[in-house]
Protein backbone atom coordinates (compact mmCIF):
# COMPACT_ATOMS: atom_id res chain seq x y z
CA UNK A 1 0.00 0.00 0.00
CA UNK A 2 2.96 2.34 0.96
CA UNK A 3 4.61 1.81 -2.90
CA UNK A 4 1.36 2.31 -3.83
CA UNK A 5 0.83 5.63 -1.81
CA UNK A 6 4.31 7.17 -3.19
CA UNK A 7 3.89 6.19 -6.67
CA UNK A 8 0.86 7.79 -6.72
CA UNK A 9 2.31 11.25 -5.34
CA UNK A 10 5.20 10.69 -7.70
CA UNK A 11 2.69 10.61 -10.85
CA UNK A 12 0.93 13.69 -9.75
CA UNK A 13 4.03 15.91 -8.50
CA UNK A 14 5.34 14.75 -12.41
CA UNK A 15 2.08 16.20 -13.77
CA UNK A 16 2.69 19.40 -12.13
CA UNK A 17 -0.44 18.81 -9.83
CA UNK A 18 1.22 17.93 -6.54
CA UNK A 19 3.93 21.25 -5.48
CA UNK A 20 4.91 19.10 -2.15
CA UNK A 21 4.18 16.51 0.88
CA UNK A 22 5.14 15.01 3.27
CA UNK A 23 3.99 13.67 6.47
CA UNK A 24 3.74 15.53 9.87
CA UNK A 25 6.65 14.70 12.59
CA UNK A 26 4.24 15.51 16.27
CA UNK A 27 2.08 12.32 16.34
CA UNK A 28 -0.99 14.23 15.80
CA UNK A 29 -3.55 13.21 14.10
CA UNK A 30 -3.06 14.84 11.28
CA UNK A 31 -0.50 12.39 9.32
CA UNK A 32 0.63 14.65 6.43
CA UNK A 33 -0.24 17.10 3.85
CA UNK A 34 0.04 17.70 0.51
CA UNK A 35 -0.21 21.32 -1.31
CA UNK A 36 -1.56 20.67 -4.73
CA UNK A 37 -2.03 23.12 -7.93
CA UNK A 38 -5.70 22.36 -8.98
CA UNK A 39 -8.08 24.27 -10.38
CA UNK A 40 -10.88 23.35 -8.07
CA UNK A 41 -12.21 21.50 -4.92
CA UNK A 42 -13.41 18.52 -7.39
CA UNK A 43 -10.34 17.77 -8.94
CA UNK A 44 -8.45 17.83 -5.45
CA UNK A 45 -11.07 15.66 -4.13
CA UNK A 46 -10.53 13.56 -7.09
CA UNK A 47 -6.99 12.94 -6.40
CA UNK A 48 -7.60 12.51 -2.77
CA UNK A 49 -9.66 9.60 -3.49
CA UNK A 50 -7.27 7.86 -6.53
CA UNK A 51 -4.98 7.71 -3.06
CA UNK A 52 -4.06 3.53 -2.46
CA UNK A 53 -3.91 4.22 1.18
CA UNK A 54 -7.23 6.42 1.01
CA UNK A 55 -9.34 3.63 -0.73
CA UNK A 56 -8.17 1.21 1.79
CA UNK A 57 -8.99 2.87 4.49
CA UNK A 58 -5.44 4.00 5.92
CA UNK A 59 -5.61 7.52 5.58
CA UNK A 60 -8.40 10.36 4.91
CA UNK A 61 -8.50 13.48 3.77
CA UNK A 62 -9.35 17.08 4.55
CA UNK A 63 -9.23 19.45 2.10
CA UNK A 64 -8.65 23.60 3.05
CA UNK A 65 -8.85 25.26 -0.55
CA UNK A 66 -5.58 28.19 0.08
CA UNK A 67 -3.63 30.79 -2.00
CA UNK A 68 -0.59 32.18 -2.13
CA UNK A 69 1.17 35.16 -3.44
CA UNK A 70 1.47 34.33 -6.96
CA UNK A 71 5.22 33.24 -7.85
CA UNK A 72 6.04 32.27 -4.43
CA UNK A 73 8.14 29.14 -4.41
CA UNK A 74 9.38 27.03 -1.05
CA UNK A 75 13.59 27.32 -1.11
Not at 20 to 47: Q, T, Y
Amino acid sequence: MQAGHMANMEAYAAAGKLQIAGPFMDDGDWRGIFVLDVPDRAAAEAMCNDDPAVKAGRLACEIHPWLSQPGATLK
